[in-house]
């Protein structure tokens, strides 16, 4: 075998150099596009085991109104230093999910605090009050009225013989762990209760909005069309979306669990989602956006295969 110069031998590892940069370069995700904002507010709460802390926060220029929300501190350094009742100063940072090219197009909407300083500490602030009743397995749901997508009346009367799926949301919801997460979770709800012939036809999804004043038919079905990716109006038949009578929301909110508080043009409220057998009682109920789609699968396998 014919023995390599020197000069031969650097050529070929030069090369090879080269190669193995550019299938680094090629297989390396690119950077998620991200937005910054000032942050200040007042702890209200931790959540040790989530690393989150509920926090009353101030406006957000740029962003959003003043807000009690949940946010998520990633630093576990960060987090360790904070304490119900501090005043801090954070940046808040926010997939920008507008912004978003090919490679990220999968990407998931998310925010996180960093860069937290304690500035003062007094005396914890009060959590909102949260509703009375709590949907209870078994119990039957009284007939509530709406108006859907499409300006029609409906009843939840009428999907008895159904698996009725019902969550809520309002269009303007900025917080990406909030209505926005619901609504792709239920989009993956769709797709899996589509693909079951057993299930399709024998369930459907409805997402109630709690703010009556713009939520109109026509930008409920315009929400609907995004969430849906299409513009098929049949598409309709099996996940609506629909907005109750302002007199009739205080009632509806409360048999569901659901806290709202309309603050500085936004609302404050937390996540309610129900699954209702043929029959009309509660299947299970589910506080929070924790729960999987699976789960919401698994109910509705069982309260069918109870109905025979």
């Not at 910054?36 to 209200?44: A, L, N």
């Not at 959003?64 to 501090?86: C, R, T, W």
């Not at 999804?205 to 109109?216: E, G, K, M, Q, V």
């Not at 929301?249 to 500085?264: K, R, S, V």
Request: proline fraction near 6%; glycine fraction near 6%; charge should be negative.
């Amino acid at each position: 075998m014919p023995s390599l110069s020197l000069d031969k031998l650097k050529l070929i590892l030069l090369l090879l150099c080269v190669g193995a940069s550019l299938a680094c370069t090629k297989h390396s995700a690119p950077a998620l596009a991200l937005k910054h904002y000032p942050f200040t507010g007042r702890i209200v709460s931790i959540d040790k085991a989530n690393q989150t802390a509920v926090i009353d926060a101030d406006t957000i220029q740029g962003f959003m109104e003043a807000m009690q929300m949940s946010y998520k501190i990633k630093d576990a350094g960060e987090f360790g230093s904070l304490a119900p009742g501090d005043a801090v100063t954070a940046e808040i940072v926010v997939v920008d999910m507008q912004n978003v090219d090919n490679n990220n197009k999968d990407a998931d909407p998310d925010y996180w605090l960093e860069k937290i300083k304690v500035t003062g500490h007094s005396k914890p602030a009060s959590p909102k009050p949260t509703a009375q009743h709590i949907p209870a397995n078994g119990e039957e749901v009284p007939d509530f009225h709406f108006t859907n997508q499409n300006a029609r009346q409906i009843s939840l009367k009428q999907y008895r013989g159904q698996v009725l799926f019902v969550t809520f949301i309002y269009t303007r919801c900025p917080f990406p762990d909030y209505c926005p997460r619901i609504g792709a979770q239920f989009a993956q709800l769709r797709q899996q209760l589509d693909a079951d012939a057993s299930l399709s036809a024998k369930t459907h999804l409805l997402c109630i909005s709690f703010d009556p004043a713009h939520d109109t038919p026509k930008v409920l079905r315009d929400y609907g069309f995004s969430l849906l990716h299409s513009h098929q109006a049949k598409l309709f038949d099996r996940w609506e979306f629909a907005v109750s009578r302002s007199s009739d929301l205080p009632q509806i909110a409360d048999y569901f669990g659901l806290t709202y508080i309309p603050e500085n043009g936004l609302i404050t409220h937390s996540l309610s989602t129900t699954v209702i057998g043929p029959d009309g009682k509660i299947v299970n109920w589910y506080y929070g956006s924790e729960w999987q789609v699976s789960d919401l699968v698994k109910d509705a396998t069982g309260a069918l295969h109870a109905r025979g």
